[in-house]
């Protein structure tokens, strides 16, 4: 196979070795039960004990068992909102979020309104992203119980003032939720700095294992199960704990932690070169989302007018570089995306989207060959369209 050019780690990342290695005794030799009583599940339970703690330590929770493993990011989300609004059914009904949230959001949301009679006020953003905190505070109403708004965009790396939005939720007491998952691994984060009371992540995002996620519940936090059939998790999330995962994210989050500084420095000169060169070279490009601290480090995101992003994905993928038009989770959709229209953008422009996300093995050589490669693929694509006059 000739060499490939990974560039959407926002979609998921590689296995690190040292997490593998860390995870394969657990397939086999300790495959305990971490409920069981006797050596092999009382190990199982130890290696849990252990992982908690590191994922404790890369949000700085206060506690390890403010610490819930899922099995995904989404089922944290699911579990964060569903859990607190059903807690929280005797207080009100209403929760507030944003319209750019990642689906994991935005269908449980759907979810409660439709079934559950809740009701949802869905905040629009300006055009880089982010929410208006006095459109925020007015939308709260005094059956208002809940706010959920993700850390950082998923697709166009808009990072929100998290904690200005936890204080606005503490001074009404409602509980305040955000996604964190495209923003561990990214950025440092402070549970108990920012406030928030309830937060998810995910494995995969952090070089971790797919199949595993964590929910971070502030102690006090009232949350109902969505899983019942056991006691695992404190009782917040029956089922059999996925042990040779958890020990893998427990690795992923440790080394997360280690990297960071450098990784941080590194991909912040990688993302900046890429923008200015893009926008320096090629015509009718359209940057989504803030430039500067405001954005995650990884993360760039272009429209490209008068092509459409599936065909710059093809094409690059033909030269070994593997990208995307948004999130992975509607990669499969031929609707332009939901964040790129809250931006304002017409459903045309919309559609020449182009995420690229990097990571911790993204090397100065691989940005090299993207923006070798970039300018020609979207002069040849606009050349063969027929809305092109340039």
């Not at 994922?55 to 099995?71: K, L, P, Y």
């Not at 309830?198 to 797919?210: D, E, F, M, V, Y």
């Not at 931006?343 to 996300?357: D, K, T």
């Amino acid at each position: 196979m000739s060499k490939r050019y990974y560039f959407d780690h926002a979609a998921t990342t590689p296995l690190d070795p040292e997490v593998l290695q860390t995870m394969k005794p657990f397939f086999r030799d300790k495959f305990g039960n971490p409920s069981s009583i006797y050596q092999e599940g009382q190990q199982a339970e130890r290696a849990l004990t252990e992982a908690r703690e590191k994922v404790q330590h890369m949000i700085n929770a206060a506690d390890s068992r403010e610490i819930i493993f899922t099995g995904s990011g989404t089922e944290a989300d699911n579990l964060a909102i569903k859990g607190a609004a059903m807690a929280r059914k005797d207080r009100g009904n209403h929760i507030i979020t944003s319209k750019t949230e990642h689906h994991a959001v935005l269908h449980t949301c759907e979810f409660l309104e439709k079934h559950l009679d809740f009701e949802v006020t869905y905040l629009p953003v300006d055009e880089k992203g982010f929410i208006d905190l006095q459109e925020l505070e007015e939308a709260i109403r005094s059956d208002t119980i809940l706010i959920t708004i993700m850390t950082a965009n998923n697709e166009i790396g808009t990072i929100q003032p998290i904690s200005r939005i936890a204080e606005i939720a503490e001074e009404h007491d409602i509980y305040f939720h955000t996604d964190a998952v495209q923003a561990a691994g990214q950025l440092e984060i402070d549970v108990q700095q920012s406030g928030v009371d309830l937060l998810s992540i995910s494995a995969h995002k952090i070089n971790g294992p797919k199949g595993v996620g964590a929910l971070y519940v502030k102690k006090g936090t009232r949350l109902l199960p969505q899983m019942q059939g056991g006691a695992q998790e404190r009782k917040r999330r029956a089922s059999t704990e996925n042990v040779p995962g958890i020990v893998g994210f427990g690795e992923a989050a440790e080394l997360a932690v280690k990297r960071l500084p450098e990784k941080r420095q590194k991909l912040i000169k990688f993302r900046d070169k890429i923008i200015d060169t893009v926008l320096d070279e090629i015509s009718e490009v359209r940057l989504n989302g803030p430039r500067g601290d405001q954005r995650l480090p990884n993360n760039v995101s272009f429209c490209f007018r008068y092509i459409e992003g599936e065909s710059i994905l093809l094409n690059l993928d033909m030269l070994g570089i593997a990208a995307s038009s948004g999130s992975a989770c509607t990669s499969g959709s031929l609707d332009p995306s939901h964040v790129m229209l809250s931006l304002g953008l017409s459903h045309e422009v919309a559609h020449g989207s182009l995420r690229i996300s990097m990571g911790y093995s993204t090397t100065e050589e691989e940005v090299d060959y993207l923006l070798e490669h970039l300018p020609s693929v979207i002069q040849k694509l606009r050349d063969m369209s027929p809305l092109y006059e340039g």
